[in-house]
């Protein structure tokens, strides 16, 4: 069974600083997906990861990935109190099939 | 290009009742996902509608049903409802083969059962 797990679940940073999350995942998958959701809101897409080594960027937002080591992380710069929601990262086991991990709440302190 | 919608939006049913949740996927999607998602968890998948088939079922009792129609718009049925199935149900949409590999989020149907 696919198990997915991010750290830390609850994160409480102040404006301006950097952090990571971290998802781990235990068997071998070609996707992982990152999320963001508001409270009371769907899922807005950040990231697909699809291979090895991969790292994409939007804003401040930053998200890798580690397929041997079955790790992902979301590296935040500079926060800002918009950034203020929970992120789930989520791994494929076949055909878009997504098993999410159980989120991070991020809150931005001014 | 439309986005996937869902309806309704909210719903309050009784214990012991029936349930039927609709999505439309996004056009030129032929796959459709559902997902519970539970009060400060993350979405747990359902199962998975991939032409008008089931392609795919996860850890949910038979009283879970769903349906696929030939425009790939969705439904989920819940019978003999209980008061765990209180959530967020969301379904996502996408077309295999495509190399962006997205998954698009409906914004969901709170069900609430008393």
């Known amino acids: 069974e696919l198990k997915v797990e991010q750290n830390p679940l609850f994160l409480s940073m102040q404006e301006g600083k950097n952090y990571t999350i971290y998802c781990n995942y235990s068997?071998?998958?070609?996707?992982l997906y990152w999320y963001r959701q508001d409270p009371g809101k769907s899922l807005e897409s950040l990231f697909v990861?699809?291979?090895?080594?991969a790292v994409k960027q939007e804003g401040r937002l930053m998200a890798s990935l580690d397929t041997k080591a079955r790790l992902s992380t979301l590296h935040i710069t500079a926060a800002v109190h918009d950034l203020s929601a929970t992120y789930f990262c989520?791994?494929?086991?076949?055909?878009?099939?997504?098993?999410f991990g159980t989120g991070t709440r991020l809150t931005i302190i001014p | 290009e439309t986005g996937v919608t869902q309806s309704p939006t909210h719903l309050i049913k009784t214990r012991g009742q029936q349930v039927t949740l609709r999505c439309s996927s996004q056009?030129?999607?032929?796959?459709v996902s559902w997902y519970q998602q539970a009060l400060g968890q993350g979405p747990q998948f359902i199962f998975q509608?991939?032409?008008?088939?089931?392609?795919g079922r996860g850890n949910f009792p038979p009283r879970f049903s769903g349906l696929q129609f030939p425009n790939y718009s969705s439904e989920l049925n819940v019978n003999a409802l209980e008061l765990d199935d209180s959530a967020l149900y969301l379904c996502?949409?996408?077309?295999?083969?495509?190399?962006?590999?997205?998954?698009?989020f409906g914004p969901g149907t709170r069900l609430t059962v008393t």
């Open positions: 996502a949409s996408s077309r295999p083969g495509l190399s962006s590999y997205e998954q698009y």
């Open positions: 068997t071998t998958s070609d996707r």
């Open positions: 990861l699809l291979s090895n080594g």
């Open positions: 989520a791994v494929n086991f076949g055909n878009e099939k997504l098993t």
């Open positions: 056009s030129g999607h032929n796959t």
């Open positions: 509608y991939y032409r008008e088939e089931e392609n």
